[in-house]
């Protein structure tokens, strides 16, 4: 009634709750079928709540077909809407859906602060189905978090409001995870338990949805049936096979919208959307030229990345917008539909001037504008090298297609959006990846050696002696200072002295086990650190190896060069039980050594 009294409001909320009811009813896609298209004839003067519900329902039917990406835009819509319009019930519902996509995303942190955001807003408006809606879902996420403890506290607060509200649609669900979380803790007479009424519930549920549909069914069976007797006396009194005829050709045109922008809205990849767009119109129009032109701001210009001519797919035709002699320029800039059934005789209605030919001349044109919420996208062209092969009735075929096809573009150019996006993040992320490793690495080893430094050695040295005390091992600290060094430094320069450092590191690390720890705290001191040892005999083991061959010459500018090293050595637990007490027991000892003779090792006690 309201279409055909020209009452857009009332005709689009009416497609809208169509489309609710198919959502309600699990019709996923002809709940898309109507809520698309009401979406996007709406308004600005058009209520918030309303377009703000609209675009939830949208979010929500993408959520149930798994199509995460549209869910995710649509919903978040919602959601910007419903704050703007200050409706918080509104706003708790679209976060509802925002937590549950976002946790089949796999990004259970961030679903879980969706669903407390939520729950803030409940606070204020006090609905108690919400919340406890709410706090299923918290449940959910806890449960794939592995924090069934949690899990269950929220959850059972859940079962509690659906008992008090007589909520028997949402309670099954709470028992449902109640009995997961249970399983996880190894409760599994609770799990059971819960697993039970969540059978029984569901069946309960399950029996009224049934008997709902069933309902519905029947009833619509009624109409139908009334509808088809009033046709039938109606067409009675007509040209009975006249009427029978348009209606069938107008029925089938209607579903073959419908299925071409199901399929066309299916897609997120442009090529793809062109491609079923063009296969799909071909059993109804004769096409020599088949294309759709997106506005590239940048440069000013029509481009038609994919087009179709003579049935062969072709790239990159584009037409600038200062262009007075095209008919895609003037429909987009117009933002009226071209119908051109005799270019040489119609054209003038259009273009001041002869009309630019790409390849073979055509002489029947369609060119639709595309857009979205008064903001234009690009152009849908057709053309035929014949005259009069289009018509007025093609044109509204194609007028009503139009809100799929914007649809589908806009998606398709969002998605290639969030591509490139998603590159450009995933490229930066893992530039930070690989710095960060650099500056860690930087921060805990020697620039020189490549050996930890004295804050990794001490964390390191932590870990070992945490070990040890777990064990009952022992573990070795030899405090290593090099003998007679800065004569190298003044007679060969500090170049040579770094390779010496660099050589006498690389002799310690080759006679320690990988398990060991070799560290360089300072210029010409080390730490090595033996673990897993059974008493100082292992030890000393260590230390004459170090001073045989650390004392072996090393060659300078044709000239050998021998040195020594200090080494103090503290064991633990016998010597002291933390790492500072430890170190300056073998700093000291070392320095004992220094003193008295050189180039040998000393314990602490």
Known sequence: IAKANRILDRELIAMANLGELCLELADFKDALDYLIPAYSRMTKNMALEMVADCLKNIGKAFLSMQNLTMAEAYSRKSYTMTMDSDNLIQSANTLEILANVIMVQGDLETANATVEQALELVKRTGNVSQRASLLIVQGEIKNSLRRPEEAIVVLKEAEDLCKRIKLTSKVFKAHEQISRAYEALGDFAKALLYYKRFSDFRAQVQHEESASRLSTVQMQSEIDGAQQEAEIYRLRNIDLKGKTEELEDYNRQ??????????????????????????????????????????????????????????????NMHIKLNSDTSFSVWAFKNREAVLIEDKNNEYTKYLSKTPSVHGR???????????IEDRMLGILMLQNYKPHAYTAKHLSLLQALSPYISIAVENSIIHDSLEDLNRALSDEKRRLERATLKISHLANHDTLTGLPNRRLLFELMDKSLETARRTGGKVGIAFIDLDDFKPINDAFGHAAGDSALVAISDRIRSLVRASDIVARIGGDEFVAVITNIKDRQDIEKVAV?????????????????????????AVFPDDGESIEDLVNKADAAMYSVKHKQKNAYEFCS
Do not use: N, W
């Open 361 to 371: 001349a055509s002489q029947s044109i369609v060119c639709l504008p595309l857009s």
């Open 254 to 315: 209607i579903m073959s919208i419908s299925d071409i922008g199901r399929r066309v809205t299916a897609s997120l990849d442009y090529g793809m959307v062109v491609q079923t767009l063009y296969d799909g119109l071909k059993p109804f129009l004769d096409m020599d030229m088949f294309g759709i032109a997106l506005h590239d701001p940048d440069r000013d210009m029509l481009v038609y990345s994919r087009y179709y001519e003579d049935d062969v797919r072709k790239h």
């Open 545 to 569: 190896k170090m001073l045989k061959e650390c004392s072996k010459p090393l060659l300078f500018m044709d000239k050998t060069c021998s040195i020594g090293m200090s080494m103090g050595i």
